[in-house]
């Protein structure tokens, strides 16, 4: 095992090579949704492809803990904070590319656009120019690189619905390409992406509609959205759907609507977000998801599966990749 010391000359020596892109024990956790949690011990910012480049040639073969933020709205930081390197993308993946639609086009039809992108930018983007296909994606707060990754979805479909093919690169290693698909084995909430691996593009696949009758569909979505999810420091939905449940409706069931923990607080509005408070701990929202984890098992005997990413936590899944937490290999 290195010691502490020696993990901090790693990354001291890594920021210097990156230069300016690179903070050392930058705040993670106000960059998140929950805004709550630590720092990262480096935090690199890309802003376009030829800065990718040049950060790969530092991080190749270093094999340390390694985690890709995007909005950070799937994502709940320790607040011992995170021993490894962040990656977060710039204005330079940003992109939207739309089909031409003169009448000479023909199908496939194909939305282009960045990894950084926002999903309801996105979404918005392609209802304004008449293009269907993407209207469910105004609810889903996260970056195009991100839903790739997660398998993002909701209003009856998902990335795994609509993704053509993607562009990838591997952080740690000498791999990548633009592949079809198939290639991700896509599941529910889930892809075969590595936690190593940066989404840089995405191409889905759109049909012709009417500009009027998709901004209704965008604008039902948010009207939707509002009157039946919370606002405010949380990641949207905090666990899976069991098969054929819900498990909004089993922490209902379960009497946890509303139960606090030290700054977090189970939803009173919908069961299956849990609220941070500000200036909170992300140690409580950790906490009370095991909490209702437990409480849900011990009602009904269903083992809710959490859909939110935990960073830096050293009792269960990272999210990262490489090394356990506070070590370097």
Same mark, same amino acid.
């Given at each position: %095992?290195?010691?502490?010391?020696?993990?901090?000359?790693?990354?001291?020596? /890594?920021?210097? *090579?990156?230069?300016?892109?690179?903070?050392?024990?930058?705040?993670?956790?106000?960059?998140?949704?929950?805004?709550?949690?630590?720092?990262?011990?480096?935090?690199?910012?890309?802003?376009?492809?030829?800065?990718?480049?040049?950060?790969?040639?530092?991080?190749?073969?270093?094999? +340390?803990?390694?985690?890709?933020?995007?909005?950070?709205?799937?994502? +709940?930081?320790?607040?011992?904070?995170?021993?490894?390197?962040?990656?977060?993308?710039?204005?330079?993946?940003? &992109? $939207?590319?739309?089909?031409?639609?003169?009448?000479?086009?023909?199908?496939?039809?194909?939305?282009?656009?960045?990894?950084?992108?926002?999903?309801?930018? /996105?979404?918005?983007?392609?209802?304004?120019?008449?293009?269907?296909?993407?209207?469910?994606?105004?609810?889903?707060?996260?970056?195009?690189?991100?839903?790739?990754? %997660?398998?993002?979805?909701?209003?009856?479909?998902? $990335?795994?619905?609509?993704?053509?093919?993607?562009?990838?690169?591997?952080?740690?290693?000498?791999?990548?390409?633009?592949?079809?698909?198939?290639?991700?084995?896509?599941?529910?909430?889930?892809?075969?992406?590595?936690? &190593?691996?940066? $989404?840089? *593009?995405?191409?889905?696949?759109? &049909?012709?509609?009417?500009?009027?009758? *998709?901004?209704?569909?965008?604008?039902?979505?948010?009207?939707?959205?509002?009157?039946?999810?919370?606002?405010?420091?949380?990641?949207?939905?905090?666990?899976?759907?069991?098969?054929?449940? &819900?498990?909004?409706?089993?922490?209902?069931?379960?009497?946890?609507?509303?139960?606090?923990?030290?700054?977090?607080?189970?939803?009173?509005?919908?069961?299956?977000?849990?609220?941070?408070?500000?200036?909170?701990?992300?140690?409580?929202?950790?906490?009370? %998801?095991?909490?209702?984890?437990?409480?849900?098992?011990?009602?009904?005997? $269903?083992?809710?599966?959490?859909?939110?990413?935990?960073?830096?936590?050293? *009792?269960?899944?990272?999210?990262?990749?490489?090394?356990?937490?506070?070590?370097?290999?």
């Amino acid at each position: %095992m290195v010691s502490l010391r020696g993990v901090a000359r790693r990354y001291d020596a /890594l920021a210097a *090579e990156l230069g300016a892109r690179a903070v050392r024990h930058q705040p993670l956790g106000p960059l998140t949704t929950y805004g709550v949690g630590g720092t990262a011990e480096l935090l690199v910012d890309v802003d376009g492809p030829g800065d990718l480049d040049a950060v790969r040639a530092v991080l190749i073969g270093s094999d +340390l803990p390694l985690c890709v933020v995007g909005r950070g709205s799937n994502l +709940l930081v320790a607040d011992a904070g995170f021993c490894g390197v962040a990656v977060r993308l710039g204005p330079g993946f940003s &992109s $939207v590319g739309l089909p031409d639609r003169g009448p000479a086009a023909t199908a496939p039809f194909v939305v282009r656009a960045g990894a950084a992108t926002p999903l309801p930018v /996105l979404a918005r983007q392609a209802a304004d120019a008449g293009w269907a296909g993407l209207t469910w994606a105004v609810g889903v707060p996260g970056t195009v690189g991100g839903a790739v990754r %997660m398998n993002a979805g909701g209003h009856g479909s998902d $990335v795994a619905g609509c993704l053509r093919r993607y562009t990838w690169v591997d952080l740690l290693r000498e791999e990548g390409g633009t592949d079809d698909a198939s290639r991700l084995h896509f599941a529910y909430r889930s892809s075969s992406v590595a936690a &190593s691996q940066l $989404v840089v *593009e995405a191409e889905f696949d759109v &049909s012709r509609g009417d500009a009027a009758s *998709e901004r209704a569909e965008v604008a039902a979505i948010v009207r939707w959205r509002r009157q039946h999810q919370p606002g405010g420091s949380n990641a949207g939905s905090v666990f899976t759907n069991p098969p054929g449940d &819900s498990a909004g409706r089993l922490i209902e069931e379960a009497g946890l609507k509303g139960f606090r923990l030290g700054t977090a607080q189970v939803s009173e509005k919908h069961a299956n977000f849990i609220q941070a408070d500000k200036g909170g701990r992300a140690d409580d929202v950790r906490a009370l %998801m095991e909490h209702v984890r437990r409480a849900v098992f011990a009602h009904c005997g $269903v083992t809710l599966a959490a859909e939110v990413r935990l960073l830096g936590f050293q *009792e269960d899944e990272t999210g990262a990749v490489g090394a356990t937490e506070g070590t370097v290999p």
